[in-house]
């Protein structure tokens, strides 16, 4: 695999700091170890221009290169933070703060970016800047669309911007990609049920919300099934339904927690406007009052066309036009880079991560023979971006 030779060179030190990201996990916006981690490695390569609490902890640094007459900057992204999840790995490297852990590979993500700052401060070999992007909470805290609020793509000038992330059981030594939707926009729910409570033996004299909560969970499904054009993708999925503490009495209460994931808007709005409908209407045929919270998360992560294609392009420069997926299925899961996607062009790429635990498992660990592959991807996709001519 032509993978840069340099950065070969230095994938043990690279590892080592995969290693020490991974042993020192943080959630969120609670990055500022990692981030003061971070700082310190860019500065020993020469970078100086190094801006802090974008998007309340996020930071961008920007390189220069040899020339800087084309005017353009390329942003590159990494997420930093970790799940709030006890690590089983066994590893000598593993997390020292209980109840978190990296187990979706973003210690890895900010190694493979360092790698590349490293050789790209070293040489300078394009035209233009390459901002790297170093994002927090993009499990759950929107942190890729703080950033964008808070104005990086037009304080740094940023043309273009791309994301990587690892895949488990896309085999090493590949990548995959596809134009359009590509992870889905994650909407959550919560639905609150209340009824007449009272004595289990004598259910005539109550409004149950249970029963009314079992109707609905399984009603809900026909949105998806009856409502939905079958060759579009959408899923609704119940995962919490809580009432009652006691075996002998019928509660007053239920509520209803689920998730709704979807590859277009208009099948987004629609099933959330069935939703509306649908539960009022049917907890009320039991006498059951029903209140629906439906609360809209990260939008539809899409790759822009031409990126798409020069992403893909890239890669196969590493690995080989063969070892490139150019149309993978989409995923329902969701990616806060969508929003840098809504605000500028670029595209987002899988990089086989090989046969390991899936992502979000406490037995996950990034697989660390992948990183001369990352580093060598976001080196080759910048300077292809700014070519010196």
Aim: glycine residues 10%; aromatic residues 8%; charged residues 20%.
């Amino acid at each position: 695999m032509p993978i840069i030779n340099r950065l070969a060179e230095f994938h043990t030190q690279i590892t080592e700091w995969r290693h020490d990201f991974h042993a020192n996990p943080e959630l969120l916006f609670d990055v500022h170890r990692t981030v003061s981690k971070i700082e310190e490695i860019l500065r020993s390569f020469g970078i100086s221009d190094i801006t802090t609490k974008i998007g309340k902890t996020g930071l961008v640094a920007i390189i220069e290169g040899k020339k800087n007459t084309s005017g353009k900057v390329i942003g590159l992204r990494a997420d930093m933070d970790a799940l709030p999840i006890y690590e089983k790995t066994g590893k000598d490297y593993a997390s020292k703060n209980k109840g978190k852990m990296h187990a979706c590979g973003h210690d890895g993500h900010i190694a493979m970016l360092l790698g590349a700052a490293k050789y790209l401060a070293e040489t300078r070999n394009f035209n233009g800047k390459v901002a790297l992007i170093f994002q927090p909470a993009e499990e759950g805290g929107g942190g890729g669309d703080l950033m964008v609020k808070d104005g990086m793509m037009e304080n740094f000038n940023i043309d273009e911007v791309y994301g990587m992330h690892n895949f488990p059981n896309l085999p090493v030594g590949s990548f995959a990609i596809r134009e359009g939707a590509f992870l889905a926009a994650t909407d959550e729910f919560i639905i609150e049920l209340e009824g007449i409570g009272g004595h289990a033996a004598m259910p005539h004299n109550c409004a149950d919300p249970l029963i009314a909560g079992a109707h609905i969970i399984v009603g809900l499904q026909t949105i998806i099934s009856r409502n939905i054009d079958p060759i579009k993708s959408a899923v609704l999925s119940v995962t919490v339904m809580q009432a009652g503490e006691a075996t002998n009495v019928i509660a007053r209460t239920a509520s209803i927690k689920g998730t709704v994931r979807t590859l277009d808007e208009e099948v987004r709005n629609l099933v959330e406007k069935r939703m509306n409908e649908f539960v009022p209407q049917n907890a009320s045929a039991f006498g059951i009052k029903a209140t629906l919270s439906y609360e809209r998360g990260y939008p539809v992560m899409a790759n822009a066309p031409k990126q798409t294609i020069f992403a893909g392009d890239v890669a196969a420069q590493i690995v080989g036009e063969n070892n490139v997926e150019r149309d993978i299925p989409p995923i329902m899961g969701g990616e806060d880079f969508a929003y840098m996607l809504l605000s500028r062009p670029g595209a987002f790429i899988a990089i086989g991560q090989g046969k390991t635990a899936g992502l979000h498992e406490d037995t996950y660990d990034f697989n660390d023979e992948i990183i001369p592959l990352g580093s060598s991807y976001w080196v080759k996709l910048a300077q292809a971006f700014l070519p010196i001519k």
